[in-house]
């Protein structure tokens, strides 16, 4: 098998949005060429994270090998490359996308092409993939192939295209010919100086570092020397193997073949996406095309509620690490919360998704500041400042501009809902680009637009803003100048660190009222009245008072009520150990979040 | 058999008609249920040998329990425990006659709880009581008549859709019957009442608040000067028996889910008639541990009871500490803000809430929890 020449080899992803059924479609494969049996077949194999299940999104990239017997009475091996759905890992989308041949695109007959999907199929065919257009779910009766059809003719200029339902399984064998006839084989050259892609890895407590890779050229086998070509870093290989879809080592793996490799790698951080593996004894010269380094774009303060638990907050972080080389973090303080850390992510969801691992499966009570982008601010020191925490903004008076990120902002709405979308990008500080149409009733906009406004629970508005309908992508372009300054909040008299955000000077008034409003609904009224003021520098603009506790009494409390309402009040007393004390004011945590879910339009 | 000296309270857990707002252990007794438990209760009776202070005997509604069956009781309890410095049983208004309450008088029962809780006929019925505002007056002055002079009566101020006037009005009328206490509540929305299932809209905590300061005006002004948060009494009529509870100290409670504290342990009966009555017989256990009080779960309890009083806590409740030794942060921060005050009290300081902290006091307790 292992001579098996790549003509019978096919390596192919699946391109769909979340729940327009890839993980179903995989399922199908898997069952039909027998990989998994249907008894073995957990509902959808490849989520296999308990978040991912939940969520319905594929947060980490893997492959599984199938052995597929053509019409043409040939064996081919098919390997499926999983690839995260998500806009936060569109850099690991496009290492899958670059360790394949060809891409199923799966559109659902009942939405149409959404926002992330196109996004990644111009990936797709950037990289010269061969695209397969299905459209799945045809059994639905609301299902409206025609619509789906014309759409993906639109962006591929084919209307060629494998009507399936991937529940049913009807249509799906057709889709596995496809693969075989239209899917190039693999083109590397079996005898030049290894050469593989890593795509995905993963930390295993027993074996380290586990990479998955495709070979691209010559071959890899157990006990090679290998060297990474971004690090150089050498390790032995100590396992070489396939998943179909349970792990099977082999002798080793040769060019064109999809698989992972094992060689003592102690964390995530030697097994970087992207990154070419050579053979240390006889290094391929040049590595293979697109490594970079995982940039965070979008950085929090995460702080315990429990000071003591720090260190716990640090192991978390370090053992989500070891399996996340995108995660960054470093230790701050902040004079409202103590101890924690400033933390850096792809993406919104990507720290979603980390701060919920860290509170369910680490049991930390978190607080979690507003999320915050790298501006880059010119001073009159002549230095340029990365800052990624406004409280770390120099003095005005030191300031000569300040460059925010900016992103190409693609959003995919049906069409009646474009002037909405449209007021909300404005409102957002959104310039116009484009506006095209994929069928008659479906548009594309294309805004110019800080990523700071994207952070601000635009996703929710704009969800909000089409009945749930648009979907939207977004990638960094560029920074530029913008006016922004400085808002902070004052509890109680004392500016509280954490609260602070960088905001256009336009927007910082209104904001800045908005914000006060919110935290007073936040905070629940105490013994004593609080000031909530909003500043920008010293000139307030904005005062709110939660105003004191009223009523919080038990009027009875006899011989059988005593055990009850101590407990009571022990509760009451649990339920402030999860805010955090500032001065005499009582902060829960989601205030720390307010800045984010200030109104747009009260 | 346990040898203790302390309060003790009976359960009748019968009533005529369950009040809308009420989540107390009680229901419509079924035929000869009353009689079974009265016949239970007298054999849990003889479990115990107390040296009794004082007998509560309370509810649901013990007045409809039959007089035969009443007297029985009581002379069960008296042979058992008594004397007791004071008992008392709570009546209904609408389940009361001279000759029942001349019984009770003749057998002992020295102090009575009537439940009038307003002298508005409409906010009775909006409660679902069983008697009028003329019924209830009228039981007052029969029991004075009969030789009590000693009555308390419960009132509840806060109830949806009253007025600060509506409650002006009781008061008034409150303050010109013969009586030497009132327990003035304030309406707690329970879980599983038939006032929560209406889902009222309940009064804002500002008209709550005031009418609960109105009451403590108009009550201090007549005599009653207020010993607890709701309770108000003439001079030396404080009721002995559920001082007891504010104090911690140690406490039988007898019949359905009645709470016993004894030693540093706190039971709860059984809740079940069918239940209770059943083990009785068969010579089983009915009290069943509740929690086991440690040193730090009965310090916060002192505290939490302590500062239900007007004599507040000092170090005779505090293991022999002041409260400001134990807690200084916390005192500095309440005596600032004007929630707690410091008193002398024969020559040792003590501390109570001030009328401010009153309506608010479970926030304040959290700073010693």
Known sequence: MQERSQNQIRNFCIIAHIDHGKSTLADRLLEITNTVSQREMKEQLLDSMELERERGITIKAKAIRMHYEANDGKVYQLNLIDTPGHVDFSYEVSRSLAACEGALLVVDATQGIEAQTLANLYQALEHDLKIIPIINKIDLPSAQVDEATQEIDEVLGSSDVYPVSAKTGQGVSVVLEAIVKEVPPPKGDMNAPFRALIFDSYFDSYRGAVANIRVVDGHVKVGDRISMFSTGKTFEVTEVGTMIPAQVSLDSLSSGEVGYLVASMRDVKDTSVGDTIINADNPAKDPLPGYRKAKPMVFCGLYPVDNDQFPDLRTALEKLQLNDASLVFEPETSAALGFGFRCGFLGLLHMDIIQERLEREYNLSLIITAPSVIYEVFTTKDSVLEIDNPSKLPPTQEILEIHEPMVKTTIITPDNYVGAIMQLCQDRRGTFKNMEYLNPTRAMLTYHMPLSEILMDFFDRLKSSSQGYASLDYELTSYEKADLVKLDILINGKPVDALSSIIHRDKAAYYGRSLAKKLKEVIPEQLFEIPIQAAIGSKVIARETVRALRKDVLAKCYGGDISRKRKLIEKQKEGKKRMKSIGNVEIPQEAFMAVLKVDDND | ?369
């Open chain 2, 1 to 369: 058999m346990t040898m203790i000296k302390s309060g003790v309270y009976v359960h009748i857990p019968f009533c005529l008609k369950k009040c809308a707002y009420c989540d107390f252990l009680s229901h419509r007794p079924r035929s000869l249920e009353v009689n079974e438990y009265m016949e239970a209760l007298a054999k849990e009776i003889e479990r115990f040998k107390v040296e009794g202070q004082t007998l509560f005997i309370g509810g649901g509604t013990p007045s409809i329990v039959p007089p035969s069956l009443m007297e029985r009781l009581i002379k069960k309890l008296d042979k058992q425990y008594g004397p007791f410095l004071e008992a008392t049983i709570e009546v209904n208004p609408g389940t009361v006659d001279l000759d029942y309450l001349k019984m009770l008088y003749d057998l002992g029962i020295d102090r009575l709880s009537i439940g009038v809780q307003s002298f508005d006929d409409d906010t009775l019925k909006k409660m679902g009581r069983i008697h009028s505002s003329n019924e209830a007056q009228e039981a007052v002055l029969k029991a004075c008549e009969v030789g009590f002079t000693n009555i308390s009566i419960d009132l509840i101020y806060g109830y949806p859709q009253t007025t600060i006037k509506t409650l002006e009005e009781t008061l008034k009328t409150a303050i010109s019957l013969p009586i030497s206490h009132v327990s003035f509540y304030g309406l707690q929305l329970e879980e599983g009442t038939e006032l929560m299932k209406e889902r009222p809209q309940m009064l804002s905590d500002k008209e709550y608040v005031g009418m609960y300061y109105r009451g403590m005006e108009v009550l201090e002004a007549s005599g009653f000067m207020q010993y607890e948060i709701s309770n108000f009494a003439k001079p030396d009529f404080e009721c002995k028996h559920n001082l007891i509870y504010w104090k911690n100290l140690e406490y039988l409670g007898l019949g359905v889910g009645a709470v016993s504290r004894l030693g540093k342990v706190r039971y709860k009966n059984i809740e079940s008639v069918l239940t209770y009555v059943k083990s009785i017989e068969d010579g089983a256990r009915t009290l069943l541990v509740e929690e086991q009080l440690t040193a730090p779960v009965i310090l916060k309890e002192n505290i939490m009871l302590g500062l239900r009083l007007k004599e507040g806590i000092g170090p005779n409740e505090l293991g022999g500490f002041s409260l400001d030794d134990l807690y200084p942060e916390a005192v500095a921060l309440l005596s600032g803000a004007g929630y707690l005050e410091q008193f002398n009290q024969l020559g040792v300081n003590r501390y109570r809430l001030t009328k401010k902290a009153l309506p608010v006091m479970n926030s304040v307790l959290s700073y010693f929890f």
